[in-house]
């Protein structure tokens, strides 16, 4: 069980009547995370995740790893420095590099700080000894920090110079079998993102300075996002608006899907993106297998990406209001806190004999790491009951005064999506048992039930 008296939660205290001089704009998530001391900012564009927040990092990241099993992954880890000489062999440092981090050693030798790990990864299978076309398809990803050196870097989390990140580099034998990890691996995508309930649009997308002839984004929908998307209320067909303008003829103003003319442009933050990639990193970096004849040959390769931080602060963005945060299910830093009556109060022998009790019952209910109990009863119940609310723990349980009145005693419980209800103990453990069973099922890829709330398309 965690105790909110031993929580190290930094939040930002603004002294009554203090200006606050806006030097940078805002997102709802920054602002929100940044003012209950769940990330502090470090230098410009860095970020310190406190422990309430890296609880959601951990979550997102156990469900990640999850479906990337299913998928067929395999989990590695690659180092950050990755040589400038891979990077010219594939061409990538031609372009445009000003967003790259370049470091030298002590010999002169330089290397990037990766942004991505598409030449490493490919230049360990070429030193790798002979693979044979049995040991494909391999389906290699890592989880671990990136770095880009962004002009503009915003809206906290989610447009930030370090940031944590899955990628999944997978190898075949042909561009048939590639295709066919492409769709396995887009259908494990699809999976996370419906179980996180958060709205999402899958669209087609520009291969750019990746390379390769099939690309899809992820997108959440938020006036806050930087790609402009175009959507079709007819049939709900979505995509990257850079993508449809360049095959669309300019006097054609209809969906490429149905036709229809109801075309209207929102704005996309990018989640995740998936890339088929063919062999232009095995081709000039040599990395190949045996075929069937044993002769050597490139490998195919696709690669698939997925902002682990970027998902938190999006999402948030997309669920939150103006001041309380609002998390997806399965990733609330704790499911329910349990507030009991103030220090010095009438009924404070008698409810906290009820807290106690409860305390075991919603550890039982929900497991015991997922309830957060605010013992901190030298403050009244309102002020911890405003910060539980605004911290949005999905279920916030209050034993006072009505707790212990001699007729239908109650208890208070307040639900995240703003809710309030007075229950007896039995029907807020009930509520509670609910929660968890949701929680399973979204874990099982049970999502009939609420589909109502997950979106694929807009």
């Known amino acids: 069980m965690n105790k909110a008296s031993r929580l190290f939660c930094p939040a930002l205290i603004t002294p009554k009547n203090a200006v606050v ?7 709802r998530s920054q602002k929100l995370l940044t003012e209950l001391g769940l990330v502090k900012s470090g230098s410009n564009g860095t970020y310190q995740i406190m422990p309430m927040a890296q609880r959601s990092v951990d979550k997102l990241i156990g469900l990640v790893q999850s479906n990337m099993g299913l ?8 180092p950050i420095l990755t040589s400038a000489q891979l990077w010219k062999k594939t061409g990538r440092l031609e372009g445009d590099i000003s967003e790259f981090y370049m470091v030298r050693d002590r010999s002169g030798k330089q290397f990037l700080m990766s942004p991505t790990h598409e030449e490493a990864v490919t230049a360990m299978l070429a030193t790798t000894s002979p693979i044979s076309y049995r040991q494909l398809p391999l389906r290699l990803y890592q989880i671990g920090p990136k770095f880009r050196d962004e002009l503009k870097s915003r809206f906290g989390l989610m447009r930030a110079k370090e940031f944590l990140m899955k990628d999944m580099y997978t190898f075949d034998v042909s561009e048939e079998t590639a295709r066919r990890t492409y769709a396995t691996v887009s259908a494990a995508y699809d999976r996370l993102f419906q179980q996180l309930e958060v709205p999402f649009v899958k669209v087609n997308a520009a291969t750019g300075m990746m390379g390769g002839s099939l690309s899809h984004e992820y997108h959440y929908v938020s006036p806050v996002g930087e790609d402009i998307l175009l959507q079709c209320s007819s049939c709900g067909f979505a995509g990257n608006s850079e993508v ?3 095959s669309l003829e300019e006097s054609s103003t209809s969906c490429p899907s149905c036709k229809s003319t109801s075309l209207s442009t929102v704005r996309g933050v990018e ?5 088929l990639l063919g062999d232009k990193y095995s081709k000039p970096l040599g990395a190949t297998f045996l075929n069937t004849s044993g002769k050597p040959q490139s490998l195919v390769m696709g690669c698939y990406g997925i902002g682990i931080t970027r998902i938190i602060a999006a999402a948030l963005e997309v669920l939150s209001s103006e001041q309380e945060l609002r998390w997806p299910k399965l990733l609330a830093p704790y499911d329910v806190c349990l507030v009991g009556p103030k220090q010095g109060s009438k009924e404070q022998q008698p409810a906290e004999a009820i807290e106690n009790e409860l305390l075991g019952n919603i550890g039982e209910l929900c497991g015991h790491q997922e309830l957060l109990h605010d013992d901190r009863k030298e403050l009244t119940i309102g002020k911890r009951l405003l910060e539980a609310k605004r911290l949005g723990h999905p279920l916030t349980v209050v034993v006072g005064a009505k707790a212990v009145q001699p007729e239908a005693p109650k208890l208070e419980v307040h639900l995240s999506e703003g809710d309030s209800l007075e229950l007896d103990i039995s029907e807020a453990l009930k509520l509670i048992a609910e929660h968890s069973q949701h929680k399973r099922d979204l874990l099982l890829g049970r999502f009939e039930q609420y589909k109502e709330k997950v979106g694929h398309q807009l």
């Open 244 to 246: 449809l303008e360049s």
């Open 71 to 78: 998928a067929g992954g395999q989990k590695i880890s690659l």
């Open 271 to 275: 989640v995740a993106h998936t890339f």
């Open 21 to 27: 001089k806006q030097t940078e704009q805002l997102s």
